[in-house]
């Protein structure tokens, strides 16, 4: 279908961006932006932060929200451990406030947001880590946060969605808990960046290839050693994806991203893994953050909220 004409509005009215423009400028400016594109802040039933101890050491903040009308003596919850977007290098717990709200309530599940480290500072494999960290954590202390753990996903949007893979290929080799499904928004999951989503939405369509390119970079400057990146920080060089869980992947129609994630349900299928995938009509990367620019944003949350409920039996 056509590109949104709210998004299409909004595109042409960018302006270009300045050449000289450092990733500090680039976060500031992000973190200013992005929350005048959400709409109204959407009401949940109550919020909290905790605090997860990771494996170096590092307090890293988890932020829990509890779908609109929960009641605090509710049966155990079903739960979506997310990761957000940003390239690895951007975003923040706070920006992804809304987003959280959104999904939770779409869902019926608690979302559990991880506030992981940022590359270049920190690198691959400290944000993967640090998500797996907040993994455990939550099968660990399901009874106090009032989650099945029988009913345990991951998820994540971009960059949060090659968290969110990567996450259940180190619980698979590494015998961690069993995730129970994973929810994949308009995942990075390829560096090679040779597909013809690539080629065609290059340039134009919000999300670039050079900025993909960039963000690869800095999550990962020093791995390539000339075979090609770790299959954790790349899952689709992952040897087998046997084993996995359970998949439900959304992509954007307009965005480089999208072939690799339709890709990677499909060689999850063709190894009995159970994965669904849709195309969101019209859309562009990072539409998580659209509410309130187009309605036709909203279809990013009914359609994973449906799904992964439906997964999840809520």
Do not use: K
Request: glycine residues 8%.
């Amino acid at each position: 279908m056509p590109l949104d004409p709210h998004i299409a509005a909004f595109l042409a009215a960018q302006p270009a961006a300045a050449a000289d423009a450092s990733l500090d400028d680039i976060r500031r400016a992000t973190e200013l932006n992005l929350p005048m594109l959400h709409g109204p802040v959407q009401p949940v039933a109550r919020v909290e932060t905790f605090t997860v101890t990771t494996g170096d050491g590092h307090p890293l903040r988890v932020r829990a929200y509890w779908p609109a009308d929960t009641p605090r003596a509710a049966a155990p919850q079903p739960a979506i451990v997310f990761a957000h977007g940003g390239g690895w290098c951007l975003c923040s717990l706070e920006l992804y406030d809304n987003p959280c709200r959104a999904l939770a309530n779409a869902s019926r599940c608690v979302v559990l947001s991880v506030d992981y480290r940022l590359a270049p500072e920190h690198p691959y494999p400290v944000p993967l880590e640090d998500f797996y960290s907040a993994v455990l954590w939550a099968f660990a202390h399901a009874s106090q946060l009032g989650i099945d753990p029988a009913r345990i996903a991951v998820g994540g949007d971009s960059a949060g969605g090659n968290l969110a893979a990567a996450a259940c290929l180190l619980a698979r080799d590494r015998n961690g808990p069993a995730i129970a499904h994973q929810l994949l928004l308009y995942p990075a999951l390829d560096d090679t960046l040779t597909t013809d989503s690539y080629a065609t939405y290059a340039d134009g369509y919000y999300l670039t290839r050079d900025v993909m390119a960039f963000c690869w970079d800095t999550y990962l400057p020093d791995t390539d050693t000339g075979d090609g990146r770790p299959a954790c920080a790349a899952p689709m060089r992952a040897a087998t994806l046997e084993r996995l869980p359970p998949a439900t992947i959304l992509v954007c129609e307009y965005d480089p991203l999208r072939d690799e994630g339709e890709a990677y349900a499909r060689r999850l299928r063709d190894v009995a893994v159970p994965a669904h995938d849709e195309r969101l009509g019209g859309m562009v990367h990072g539409c998580i953050h659209m509410l309130g620019l187009t309605p036709a944003a909203a279809s990013l949350f009914t359609q994973s909220g449906a799904l992964i409920g439906a997964a999840l039996s809520t």
